[in-house]
């Protein structure tokens, strides 16, 4: 299994070998997330930053994934071991999280877990939180040098047509109604939508393992998974995995690059 309860995680959170990150991000204002875990976070969690820590500097995309061995090095400053359990959370369903795990995952760190339901359903279980900073001891975290399951425009390109490409965006952005983000309004011809945020219930959890085995019924291997910036896509990709389902593809440069490059072709509806 992929997620973790709150009350499961408050029972490990003196294993030595548990690492605990606070992935809390906003898009309206990305300083957010830090100003709250300062102000109260689940005991011995770190931050982490999805700009400084989960992503190169903007480039074609927004949040394009960094290299892998600046990652792994990442790894070593946060104090992580090759053996650790590590487990994410933020304030907004797993959709920051996610990021991270999959980035772990591709890696091969299988020991990472997305606390489910985050934060908000840490204290709707009434468990404590504190402010105090872990002190970090650096590790000698193995380098790796590619990430496993990724894919870039060109591959996504020759799979127009041919592979199952889901688009983890809003409807309203999806069909192209609204667009404040990105360069131009739509989506990649030929994906289909599945909102990221269908795939929790009203409490921010995670939909029972039947529900989403339904929801991504007819997803096979190699399908490419998108959304505004490589991110949120990564959700879709946690739900497969909880579901029992593999082999879905990141394209991480997702819709900021695909929007910014006008000789790829978008469709609206």
């Known amino acids: 299994m992929s997620i973790i ?4 995680l408050h029972e490990r959170l003196h294993d030595r070998t548990l690492r605990l990150f606070d992935s809390r991000w906003y898009l309206a204002d990305p300083r957010q997330g830090r100003r709250e875990y300062d102000e109260a976070h689940i005991p011995s969690a770190s931050f982490v930053d999805l700009d400084a820590d989960l992503s190169a500097p903007v480039g074609a ?3 394009p994934l960094p290299d892998p061995s600046a990652f792994c090095e990442t790894l070593r400053k946060l104090g992580v071991n090759r053996g650790d359990t590590v487990v994410i959370y933020d304030d907004s369903s797993g959709g920051i999280a996610a990021r991270m795990w999959w980035m772990l995952r591709s890696i091969d760190h299988e020991d990472a877990l997305v606390l489910n339901g985050g934060i908000a359903a840490w204290r709707s279980a009434g468990l404590p939180t504190s402010a105090a900073v872990r002190r970090i001891k ?3 975290y193995r380098i790796d040098s590619y990430w496993r399951g990724q894919v870039g425009f060109r591959d996504v390109q020759d799979q127009i047509g041919e592979a199952t490409i889901v ?3 809003a409807p309203e952005r999806y069909r192209g109604d609204i667009e404040t983000v990105d ?8 994906a289909i939508n599945l909102p990221y945020l269908d ?3 009203p409490d921010g959890k995670f939909l029972p393992v039947e529900e989403l085995r339904h929801r991504y019924a007819g997803i096979e291997a190699g399908a490419i998974f998108y959304c505004g910036s490589g991110v949120s896509a990564c959700h879709n990709l946690l739900a497969m995995d909880i579901a029992g389902l593999s082999g879905g593809l990141l394209y ?13 072709p978008a469709e609206l509806g």
Do not use: Q
């Not at 360069?183 to 030929?190: D, K, L």
């Not at 991480?252 to 790829?264: F, Q, R, V, Y």
């Open 5 to 8: 309860e709150p009350e499961d």
């Open 61 to 63: 995309a927004r949040h």
């Open 138 to 140: 650096p590790t000698s």
């Open 167 to 169: 688009d983890a965006r």
């Open 183 to 190: 360069f131009r309004p739509g989506h990649i011809p030929s």
């Open 199 to 201: 795939n929790v219930g």
């Open 252 to 264: 991480d440069g997702s819709w900021s690059e695909w929007a910014g490059n006008p000789e790829l």
